[in-house]
């Protein structure tokens, strides 16, 4: 059917580009709830599927999975993040007019998910990454002559997987917390 106009996708989301001055606390909400799915689903997803790659006991395996975990984080996680903490933080200055409003006595819980946050992003580039990249290096050199995975492999996978799954519980409490909104 040539000119009926545009196809739905394209309606929605002009639809949605055009109200965005008329909600913006719905909007930075939209975006703040998807910041969160990206950032704990690729925490979540990359976990598993990092270990079903070692699982294999395969250097090609494991040099094709850690590159794309390093590929996820700068597509979803990262991305998640910012989306996480802009869009709460504008959430925070339209809900109660300023941008430290989550300083304010019922609005603490918003403090302790920022700081669960902000610990989690500390804890991947102080210390995950560099396991990350520690795997990629060890699994590309031995894919590249078809040899096994190093010996030492096993123990910076022990070590990644240790810190990850803290990196991980951090967001999952903090998403309690934004959920729950106790009184702290």
């Given at each position: 059917?040539?000119?009926?106009?545009?196809?739905?996708?394209?309606?929605?989301?002009?639809?949605?580009?055009?109200?965005?001055?008329?909600?913006?606390?719905?909007?930075?909400?939209?975006?703040?709830?998807?910041?969160?799915?990206?950032?704990?689903?690729?925490?979540?997803?990359?976990?598993?599927?990092?270990?079903?790659?070692?699982?294999?006991?395969?250097?090609?395996?494991?040099?094709?999975?850690?590159?794309?975990?390093?590929?996820?984080?700068r597509w979803?996680?990262?991305?998640?993040?910012?989306?996480?903490?802009?869009?709460g933080l504008?959430?925070?200055?339209?809900?109660?007019?300023?941008?430290?409003?989550?300083?304010?006595?019922?609005?603490?819980w918003i403090?302790?998910?920022?700081?669960?946050?902000?610990?989690?992003?500390?804890?991947?580039?102080?210390?995950?990454?560099?396991?990350?990249?520690?795997?990629?290096?060890?699994?590309?050199?031995?894919?590249?002559?078809?040899?096994?995975?190093?010996?030492?492999?096993?123990?910076?996978?022990?070590?990644?997987?240790?810190?990850?799954?803290?990196?991980?519980?951090?967001?999952?409490?903090?998403?309690?917390?934004?959920?729950?909104?106790?009184?702290?």
């Amino acid at each position: 059917m040539a000119g009926t106009g545009p196809r739905p996708p394209v309606a929605i989301l002009l639809s949605i580009v055009v109200s965005l001055p008329l909600f913006p606390y719905n909007w930075h909400l939209l975006l703040h709830i998807l910041g969160a799915v990206l950032f704990l689903g690729n925490l979540t997803v990359t976990a598993a599927w990092m270990t079903w790659a070692v699982g294999q006991k395969d250097s090609r395996v494991a040099a094709f999975a850690s590159a794309g975990v390093n590929r996820a984080d700068r597509w979803f996680t990262s991305p998640g993040m910012i989306l996480l903490l802009l869009n709460g933080l504008a959430l925070t200055n339209l809900a109660w007019g300023g941008w430290l409003g989550f300083t304010m006595s019922p609005n603490r819980w918003i403090f302790v998910g920022l700081t669960l946050l902000i610990a989690t992003g500390a804890l991947y580039g102080a210390v995950i990454r560099r396991y990350q990249n520690q795997m990629v290096r060890m699994s590309s050199e031995a894919a590249q002559t078809n040899a096994p995975l190093p010996e030492d492999f096993a123990s910076v996978f022990r070590k990644w997987t240790l810190w990850g799954a803290i990196a991980t519980i951090l967001p999952l409490v903090a998403l309690y917390v934004m959920v729950a909104k106790p009184a702290i």
